[in-house]
């Protein structure tokens, strides 16, 4: 085996340093993200249409992570933000916190958000690497949400249907149909905070 180059020792150095460096400043942009949506999940108030669930802004963090980190990244924040109400952490919609919410008529929402954010950071970014958010198009943004707001609801409403016996039409209005209006002024939110980023840019 040959002696290595100073220079290629150098490089291989330097490769190293920047993917640790940029593992690192992933892992804090993803737990910023996490505590970001406990923040949302006090933005809570009833839905007059369903009061058993809650409108909350924690959907648009789950946007906002597929946006801004990406599939990988941003399912893992939102895997974080899970993993740390399961354990207690009071960062569930009204402050709760415990298995008993991963386990109960809600939990389907909050088992939905990790694979959320991965289909929206992959419809975002596609599969050749992250892209800036602010140059792609807002039909692409409001589909990449769109398509997470099915996953959300997909498992949202099946549990909710599981645990409170109802019949799945009942389920598919109270859990999903009547939280559209809500959704859409999340999307209109995380497109307006993209472009506001670009505006501020130029």
């Known amino acids: 085996m040959g002696l290595r180059k100073a220079s290629d020792v150098s490089t291989a150095t330097d490769s190293v340093d920047l993917v640790g460096n940029e593992v690192a400043v992933n892992l804090v942009r993803a737990a910023l993200l996490a505590a970001l949506m406990g923040a949302f999940a006090f933005v809570s ?118 645990y409170l016996d109802t019949s799945l039409v009942a389920a598919i209005v109270g859990a999903g149909l009547a939280f559209v209006p809500a959704e859409a002024v999340k999307m209109a939110a995380a497109v307006g905070i993209v472009r506001s980023e670009e505006v501020q840019a130029t």
Do not use: C, K
């Open 45 to 162: 108030f009833p839905n007059p249409l369903n009061p058993a669930v809650p409108v909350t802004a924690q959907v648009l963090g789950v946007f906002l992570a597929g946006i801004y980190l990406g599939p990988a990244w941003g399912g893992f924040a939102m895997v974080l933000y899970v993993l740390a109400g399961a354990l207690g952490a009071p960062v569930f919609s009204g402050a709760s916190a415990g298995l008993g919410e991963i386990f109960g008529p809600t939990g389907g929402y909050l088992v939905s958000y990790p694979f959320a954010a991965v289909l929206i950071g992959a419809v975002v970014h596609s599969v050749d690497g992250l892209v800036d958010p602010e140059g792609v198009s807002v039909a692409r943004l409001v589909g990449a949400m769109a398509a997470g707001t099915v996953v959300i609801y997909a498992l949202g409403i099946a549990v909710y249907w599981y």
